[in-house]
């Protein structure tokens, strides 16, 4: 596993990493099998949606803090119990096929790494099983 390095910038957002994965996909001359996305961190997540409208994450965004509010009856002495919990409910990993060099996503379709509990830096962990 490869990892790539995302800076977040708020508490909580979702960055577009697209690029970042296309571009690994391009260095390592990757031609067909599944690429794995995999995120190293407790308060953070990786997701398909929407790419091309920016109020798709928004929404998503505030439905999950609607979900799971910032303070709430937690016990975790972090004070980041909404993070754990939105971490889990998106999920640490995405499988995307890879087809002659490319990544199989539909028209609409983007990668985010979607941060819980910034500002901070992340890393993305990258792998490929080829077939
Ligand atoms: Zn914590």
């Known amino acids: 596993m490869e990892f790539i390095n995302v800076q977040t910038s708020k508490r909580t957002e979702f960055i ?19 690429c794995l996305l995999f995120v190293p961190h407790t308060t953070a997540a990786v997701t398909i949606n929407e790419g091309a409208d920016p109020s798709v994450t928004r929404d998503i965004l505030k439905h999950l803090a609607g979900m799971v509010p910032y303070q709430g009856d937690y016990q975790h002495s972090e004070g980041n119990s909404d993070a754990h919990i939105k971490s889990s409910i998106i999920g640490v990993s995405e499988f995307i096929s890879v087809e002659q060099g490319r990544l199989v996503l539909g028209t609409w379709q983007a990668i985010y790494f979607c941060e819980f509990d910034g500002p ?12």
């Open 16 to 34: 577009d990493i697209t690029e970042s994965v296309r571009s690994f996909i391009g260095k390592n001359d990757i031609k067909n099998g599944l």
């Open 120 to 131: 901070r830096s992340r890393r993305l962990g990258i792998s490929f099983l080829s077939s």
